[in-house]
């Protein structure tokens, strides 16, 4: 079963525009990781946050978490078509080991 | 370091075949864990082994298994396949201390005909 859900599904926008996308989870969590898909290729892992973290940077990415609400947001700023990919958020839950899990994903396409 | 890698890239079997998956772990890790991704889907969680031990396992039937080698490297096997089975596989390594930086592999696309 899906703990995370990604939204939108889909976005497209033109390079240089910001996209922002949200996840949705169901229970407590430890943690909360981004990842990006090219292609149906493997995940290439962009960034944590912790649950007792409200905002981290890296990069053009930011990332909020808001445990109140479970939900988490990864904003990309200027956006290059490059950053065209699918986007998972993944969590694992309090207490247990380390098993995180997926969303279905946003698919982001950047225009050039 | 040499990253996650994956073999074979692309395999086709047909309904009730068996099939074996293989992972090699980045240098210095030692848990691997195995996901399925069928199209448009996200990962799903399979199974994970720590020191050659399955340390967790997610909602699949038990013709799914695993083997983890005192190398780290791994296999995922399938028996009986079935249709459903169609999907990109995808195997993650990870130091314990770090469990939650997995990385991954560039998976293998099964397609069960």
């Known amino acids: 079963s899906q703990q995370g859900e990604e939204d939108p599904q889909a976005l497209s926008i033109q390079e240089g525009e910001n996209a922002t996308m949200n996840c949705s989870y169901k229970?407590?969590?430890?943690?909360l990781q981004w990842y990006r898909q090219n292609s149906g290729r493997g995940l290439v892992h962009l960034i944590l946050?912790?649950?007792?973290?409200r905002e981290k940077h890296s990069g053009r990415l930011r990332v909020t978490l808001d445990t109140s609400k479970k939900s988490s947001s990864l904003l990309i700023t200027a956006s290059r078509a490059a950053d065209t990919a699918s986007y998972f958020c993944?969590?694992?839950?309090?207490?247990?080991?380390?098993?995180?899990?997926f969303g279905r994903g946003t698919s982001l396409i950047v225009h050039p | 370091e040499t990253g996650v890698t994956q073999s074979p890239t692309h395999l086709i079997k047909t309904r009730g075949q068996q099939v074996t998956l293989r992972c090699s772990s980045q240098?210095?890790?030692?848990?691997v864990s195995w996901y399925q991704q069928a199209l448009g889907q996200g990962p799903q969680f399979i199974f994970q082994?720590?020191?050659?031990?399955?340390?967790g396992r997610g909602n699949f039937p038990p013709r799914f298994s695993g083997l983890q080698f005192p190398n780290y490297s791994s296999e995922l096997n399938v028996n009986a396949l079935e249709l459903d089975d169609s999907a990109l596989y995808l195997c993650?390594?990870?130091?314990?201390?770090?469990?939650?930086?997995?990385?991954f592999g560039p998976g293998t696309r099964l397609t069960v005909l």
């Open positions: 082994y720590y020191r050659e031990e399955e340390n």
């Open positions: 229970t407590s969590i430890n943690n």
């Open positions: 946050i912790r649950s007792n973290e």
């Open positions: 993944a969590t694992d839950k309090s207490g247990g080991s380390y098993i995180p899990t």
């Open positions: 240098s210095g890790h030692n848990t």
């Open positions: 993650a390594s990870s130091w314990t201390g770090t469990a939650y930086e997995q990385f």
